[in-house]
């Protein structure tokens, strides 16, 4: 195979999705980045609960939707229907991979579970995706993104110093369960290939958290008191923070000995430099406060790009706390094309780029979101079902298809009366 093939190396995965929100789409979106086919199964009529996440809205889409579905086809289909539940178990006896979030005594009543599965299909990965996991005695809670960060302690050491835990103001916990999930399901594909072995995925919102906070819980367990929001302030490091400069706000980040006399001397603090002190971070970080102190001093003489600039010859890692304004116009993501537009958006809608970049793969796949149904006959054609049998799931109810007018549903290659 041509190594700058651009096929991504999970091409010929077959995975089905069944998730909604944001963890699990996320968690198929780079799947589908790395070349697997993803159809995405959701409930006709409403679809991914996703889709109605908005304002924002552009051209009726949930800039959440688009920012988490693309490179995917979406086939609507109704369990409760005999008809749709049968659709998706064919499509799960010749899938390599099934993504679900739903409760487990639903699952269990219609079959979907996963020892269920692994018996029709022993070669099958699934992957449960969930608040608090498969066990446990909270393991029938909803989960979401903010009761993560509340119940796993990454509230608690969030936000100013003095002040109310805060939320992290993104959808951490879905986008790196998302992230922990395509890691898992990726791993097991690998086994999938050599033996055929199929394998139950257990991913859950708090135990990601738990693995963000690793080194707090770590710190704290060997003997740190209890942490509580710090402004920014890292618990073990010294320095490294936000400070204020003539006119903007900055970071400096001191990660080691030799970076903490070049601040010194930078800044002209010689005197802090040569303190033996403050020679290590344990010194640095007892006297905390005062070199602190004295640093935020000497920055709010001068402006920021001359600070920055300083700070740079001198090796010392710094920069701008960038408004998102400007995050979208930095030179360094616009020259690796971070933020990609949408297909048929008109720029309208963008998604950003997967935190990978593979040499095989130079140009990114970069398909357009699915509209609700928009390729149920497709699928269905590609299982082996006849216009009669398509015609009758869409009268019953148990598929839906994507329309362009009342009654009527659309495909690439012509249309289906429903």
Known sequence: ??????????????????????????????????????????RPVHGDDARSWG????????????????????VALDLRAPGGRDVLLRLLDAADVFLQNLNPSKLTRLGLDGPSLLRRNPGL??????????????????????VAQARSGLMSVTGEKGGAPQRVSTALSDIATGMAAAIAISAAAVRQARSGTG???????????????????????AGEPEPAPSGGTDSVL?????????????????????????????LG??????????????????H?????????????????????????GADVPATLVQSLSEVVDDDQVTARDSIMPVPDSNRALVSVRSPFRLASSPAPR????????????????ELGYSPQAMAHLAVTGAAGFATDGPGRAVEEEGSLSA
């Open 238 to 266: 010294a320095v490294y923070q936000p400070f204020e400069t003539a006119d903007r706000t900055i970071v400096v980040a001191v990660g080691n000995n030799p970076m903490w006399q070049r601040l010194c001397r930078a």
């Open 288 to 312: 905390r406060e005062r070199i602190s102190a004295r640093i935020a001093e000497t920055l709010r003489g001068r402006p920021a790009s001359q600070w920055l600039r300083v700070l740079a």
């Open 125 to 146: 990965i699934y992957c449960a995706m969930s608040g608090y996991g498969l066990d446990g005695p909270d393991s029938h809670l909803p989960g979401y993104d903010l």
């Open 366 to 381: 970069n398909e357009r979101f699915p509209r609700l149904g928009e390729h149920t006959a497709q699928v269905l054609r």
């Open 1 to 42: 195979m041509d190594f700058l093939d651009g096929s991504g190396p999970l091409e010929g995965l077959r995975v089905v999705d069944m998730t909604t929100s944001y963890a699990g789409p996320t968690a198929s979106m780079y799947l589908a980045d790395l070349g697997a086919q993803v159809i995405k199964v959701e």
């Open 55 to 74: 304002p924002p809205f552009a051209g009726g889409t949930s800039a959440w939707f688009a920012s988490a579905n693309r490179n995917k086809r979406s």
């Open 269 to 286: 603090l010689d005197d802090l430099a040569e303190e033996d002190a403050l020679t290590d971070n344990a010194g640095r970080r007892e």
């Open 199 to 221: 394998e139950i995925i257990d991913v859950s919102l708090l135990d990601t958290d738990l693995a963000l906070m690793a080194p707090r819980i770590a710190a704290f367990h």
